[in-house]
């Protein structure tokens, strides 16, 4: 356990009656408050992206790079660098692959998610290879998984914000011609915007998000961060400005408060992050399906079994 | 080679997984449902952990998390089910399988705390870790477990193929000509799930998605014929795992499962470039 680790069991934290006297205990610690500052630039990160992922369809692509960081973190403690580094190369260049090989020459969805399936299967068996090779035991393995919130330094934070500002200036550069071209692909290629290459660099830019978010809540839970927030605003509504700014709040919402619980429980941050954001999503979801189950009681009839033979 | 009990496990367990792999590969490739079989082999890991925490044999929480799980992707893929030849974007029932399954995955946090507070500090990633074989580790029970489990699975969708590719290509039709397209739809998902519950315990989940995408994406592009192509699809699979355990026992230091899915996505490389 860390020196952090040491100083939370040593003072027992519990939460009283006083909200304000819990709220001052948890930005007493250092920790606590770089784990928020990072959590924070995470959520707006993540958010951003991910609302451009989850309306350009790409959720396995993300889940794919998000499995990046078992190759990279293998392959870095290999050649002896720090396994920040072997994530971030590593799903920068599976961006890469992904956008390279999935898209374009009329592949059918089909074989582009077969694809995407075999550069994941690829990426992992590589760094089978490489602590085969390694020959040691990956250490924090329950981190690289999960995440851990408890010993996040300042260079890390200034590393995720370094990370986050050139990721969203980016975002914020292509966001106008990307949104056209993952709305309308084929209208955005007439109308002369690289809607091909456009798909590749925002691959490399969820790469750098996805990398970012695992140290947060881990490798196997980005997905409450990238995904969650996101889906859930776009059901809530189709403003594609309100839309990302819900994203924006939510994912910082789930951030605080995850991490917040998390810190006068026994339980890992993921759990209580992943249910926050899993309880938002499934409350959107049911609230919208209710509502469209009403309107189309009362406007449309049930429309006939058949209808595809007589199309 | 074959004097060796483990090699014999391994080749035994490992036909019949693969051929399983490749069988019900053809049609997750031809309905898009890679990533619902990788999503099925996620939930194997918290599945088992339930079980586990909470005392039971590992293999009901491993094989009822799959299934359940696999059940409710099923239905919601009929509304989001785009069919074959449809470029461009995936069904919009993605998002939602990437929702449940890190939920699915954040619960298996919580039980691995649960697991290794409850199991008198032992860790619970070790424990996760003797969970989930390695090919070359297999028991000769397991091995012959793995081999039937895999050859049901492969027959069950060969069982079900002719009104299943019905369904699959066209919904419509085969929905007016009296099929039960979402029943088979749930049904085959179902089905994904045990062939992902026992791959996942007997040779790991990175074969089970490398096994189940790579031959049968190779395995379209080269056979017109449906029946051809299924066929192709398990024969390419275990061919891949054959030439990968082969070259796993040979070459030191290079794991079997990394040869066996190269090999694999290899065969698929090539396959793009004749046809």
């Not at chain 2, 409850?118 to 012959?144: C, D, P, V, Y």
């Not at chain 2, 049901?152 to 039960?180: E, K, N």
Request: with cysteine.
């Amino acid at each position: 356990m860390t020196t952090a680790g040491m100083v939370i069991m040593g003072t027992d934290p519990h939460l009283t009656w006083n909200i304000a006297h819990d709220f001052s205990e948890v930005l007493e610690y250092h920790f606590m408050v770089n784990a928020l500052l990072a959590g924070s630039v995470v959520a707006v990160m993540a958010g951003l992206l991910g609302w451009f992922m989850v309306l350009r369809r790409e959720t396995f692509a993300g889940h794919t790079l998000s499995m990046m960081a078992f190759p990279g973190a293998a392959g870095a403690a290999l050649i002896g660098v720090s396994a920040t580094w072997g994530y971030f190369g590593f799903c920068v260049a599976g961006g890469l692959v992904i956008g390279q090989f999935s898209g374009g020459r009329g592949r059918s969805w089909s074989e582009q998610s077969a694809v995407i399936g075999s550069v994941q299967a690829l990426a992992l068996g590589l760094g089978f290879l490489f602590v085969s090779l390694y020959g040691g035991v990956l250490g924090d393995l329950d981190n690289l998984l999960f995440g851990t919130f408890i010993g996040i330094s300042n260079e890390q934070v200034l590393l995720l914000t370094g990370v986050a500002v050139v990721a969203v200036a980016a975002l914020a550069v292509l966001g106008r011609p990307l949104l056209f071209a993952s709305v309308d692909a084929d209208v955005a290629s007439a109308k002369g915007v690289p809607a091909r290459a456009l798909g590749v660099v925002f691959l490399v830019l969820l790469g750098l998000a996805v990398a970012a978010t695992s140290q947060i809540t881990g490798v196997l839970l980005v997905f409450a961060l990238l995904l969650m927030p996101a889906a859930s605003a776009q059901a809530i509504t189709a403003r594609p400005g309100l839309s990302l700014a819900l994203t924006v709040a939510i994912g910082l919402v789930v951030v605080w408060l995850g991490l917040g619980i998390a810190y006068f429980s026994i339980y890992p941050a993921g759990f209580f992050v992943t249910s926050i954001s899993f309880a938002i999503y499934v409350g959107v979801q049911a609230t919208v399906w209710a509502r469209s189950r009403t309107r189309k009681g009362l406007q449309i009839p049930e429309q006939p079994r058949a209808e595809g033979v007589i199309a | 080679m074959f004097s060796q009990e483990f090699m014999r496990n391994a080749l035994l367990a490992g036909t019949f997984i693969a051929l399983a792999c490749g069988v019900s590969g053809w049609f997750v490739v031809l309905r898009g449902q890679v990533f619902a079989g990788d999503a099925l082999s996620h939930v194997a890991f918290p599945g088992a952990l339930a079980a586990a925490a909470a005392g039971v044999d590992e293999r009901v929480g491993l094989f009822g998390a799959t299934i359940a799980v696999g059940a409710g992707i099923g239905l919601l893929g009929q509304r989001s089910f785009t069919g074959r030849g449809t470029v461009g974007a995936a069904p919009a029932g993605d998002t939602a399988i990437g929702a449940v399954f890190t939920f699915v995955l954040g619960l298996g946090v919580f039980f691995l705390t649960l697991f290794s507070t409850s199991s008198g500090g032992g860790s619970g990633i070790q424990a996760a870790h003797t969970l989930f074989g390695s090919i070359f580790g297999l028991g000769s029970g397991e091995a012959r477990l793995a081999a039937v489990i895999g050859l049901a699975a492969g027959l069950m969708t060969l069982l079900i193929a002719r009104p299943l590719l019905f369904a699959s290509i066209s919904p419509d039709v085969a929905g007016a000509r009296g099929v039960p397209t979402r029943l088979l739809g749930i049904g085959f998902v179902m089905l994904l799930g045990v062939v992902a519950a026992e791959a996942t315990q007997a040779v790991g989940a990175l074969l089970l998605l490398g096994l189940l995408a790579a031959p049968a994406a190779a395995a379209h592009r080269l056979a017109g014929n449906p029946y051809a192509g299924i066929a192709l699809a398990g024969l390419l699979a275990v061919a891949a795992m054959w030439a990968g355990l082969a070259l796993g026992y040979a070459v030191p230091g290079l794991p079997p499962s990394t040869a066996i899915v190269t090999i694999a996505v290899g065969i698929y490389y090539a396959s793009t470039l004749v046809a």
